[in-house]
């Protein structure tokens, strides 16, 4: 049973950092990549960035690339999502998925991130 757990989320000001953790388990990252998107309320899910492990190379949204990184541990079947210089508007739900080429096919339960002025 494929099944993604996610931790890290919470309160931050802006200007702050946060970094969010994807523990996968029931496949391995040979199977699947791992992304994350967030959804702000009233707006739609939006993709930030995913690993394809084929080619071990990190695609990002334009609206976190810079700010965001992400990266995975294979020894661990974690993936990390490393958030900088965090704006209030990127307060949102955010969710890791195991995605094939970043199309989403699992979701973790999504965790809840705050930045506020």
């Known amino acids: 049973e494929v099944q993604l757990v996610e931790s890290g989320g919470g309160s931050v000001q802006a200007g702050g950092s946060l970094r969010l953790s994807c523990a996968a388990s029931?496949?391995?990252?040979?199977?699947?990549?791992i992304g994350w998107f967030r959804q702000a309320p009233g707006k739609a899910r939006e993709g930030l960035g995913c690993?394809?492990?084929?080619?071990?190379?990190?695609h990002y949204a334009d609206s976190v690339k810079g700010r965001f990184t992400v990266h995975s541990d294979k020894a661990t079947n974690t993936v990390y999502l490393q958030m900088n210089s965090l704006k209030p508007e990127d307060t949102a739900v955010y969710y890791c998925a195991a995605t094939a080429n970043c199309a989403p096919r699992y979701w973790g339960q999504g965790m809840q991130v705050t930045v506020s002025v």
């Open positions: 029931g496949f391995t990252f040979h199977d699947y990549d």
């Open positions: 690993v394809i492990n084929s080619d071990d190379y990190s």
